[in-house]
């Protein structure tokens, strides 16, 4: 969603060598410049295929790295029904400081669309982002990836769908659940619960907000309550979820900062390991401030504890 949210957020380069013979899937892409500080990135990957068009990702590789390196997928903001995966347009941007922190770790970072709720509602959202780890991880030894250490980043929109994606990672019978190798999960300013009753909870809740759960829903949540609450990472957690660190400013006017602070608590009473780090006056988005290290620095702490 960036700066706007809700309530309660990767040219195959043919190898052929003499007395050497290889298939397409074990062919890399050919690199574009380094960007980020990347040593290679791969743009524009076609991970799925679905009616509305193809859906694609941007990988970026780091320059110093172990034989495989583990993996970061972000996931853009945007209401859900707008944002781009571009991760370097702004380089002072929060998002792209901590993905070049990332790859300084040795972490490879994917970026990844999915569908937007012009064209789908949810659960369409979980299914894409689950496809699009799924397939860097059926991918994972073009690029030298390990696919049994994966972490999932989202802001905004993009925070709710990962954290939605942790809750249900050991349930395969849910939309995008019974994901493997996912470490941790990065939630940035994510909503964690799309009821009528959170809603209920936060009157002063803005209509953009109101209309972009509607939105992803199909439904207002009063009217689907059932939708409401399979879409409510808050309302799916089991206590089988990889660790969590949420990160949200104390001024967002888009997600309710009690959503998070509850959420936290909630994983942490079911024995799942669960930071919750609000930032002082900071707004939905976080800008550019000051504060923007403490951010990446704790991300940065995180990531390399649990991934």
Not at 166 to 191: K, M, N
């Amino acid at each position: 969603m960036a700066r706007r949210v809700l309530a309660a957020g990767f040219a195959l380069l043919a190898l052929v060598a003499a007395g050497c013979s290889r298939s397409e899937a074990d062919v890399a892409p050919a690199a574009e410049p380094r960007d980020l500080g990347a040593q290679q990135v791969f743009r524009h990957q076609v991970y799925a295929q679905r009616d509305t068009g193809a859906l694609r990702l941007d990988l970026y590789l780091p320059q110093r790295r172990a034989a495989e390196a583990p993996l970061i997928v972000y996931v853009h903001g945007g209401g859900w029904d707008a944002g781009v995966r571009t991760l370097d347009a702004d380089p002072a941007a929060p998002e792209a400081r901590a993905a070049q922190r990332l790859l300084e770790r040795g972490y490879a970072v994917a970026t990844v669309d999915y569908r937007l709720t012009g064209v789908a509602q949810s659960p369409a959202q979980f299914v894409d982002v689950a496809d699009s780890v799924r397939w860097l991880q059926q991918n994972s030894a073009r690029w030298g990836l390990d696919a049994d250490r994966v972490g999932l980043w989202g802001a905004s929109a993009g925070g709710h769908l990962v954290a939605q994606l942790g809750a249900v990672a050991g349930d395969p019978a849910e939309p995008g659940g019974g994901l493997t190798g996912i470490r941790a999960v990065v939630d940035w300013f994510g909503p964690s619960d799309l009821s009528a009753e959170a809603q209920h909870e936060h009157p002063q809740l803005q209509d953009y907000a109101r209309r972009a759960i509607t939105g992803l829903l199909g439904c207002m949540p009063v009217d689907c309550p059932d939708v409401a609450d399979a879409s409510s990472p808050a309302r799916n957690v089991s206590g089988d979820e990889p660790p969590f660190l949420i990160q949200q400013g104390t001024a967002d006017s888009l997600v309710p900062l009690d959503q998070s602070l509850d959420f936290a608590a909630q994983l942490r009473s079911l024995g799942v390991t669960a930071q919750m780090h609000p930032y002082q006056g900071l707004d939905h988005g976080f800008g550019k401030g000051p504060q923007t290290t403490l951010i990446v620095d704790a991300l940065d702490a995180f990531v390399r504890t649990h991934v």
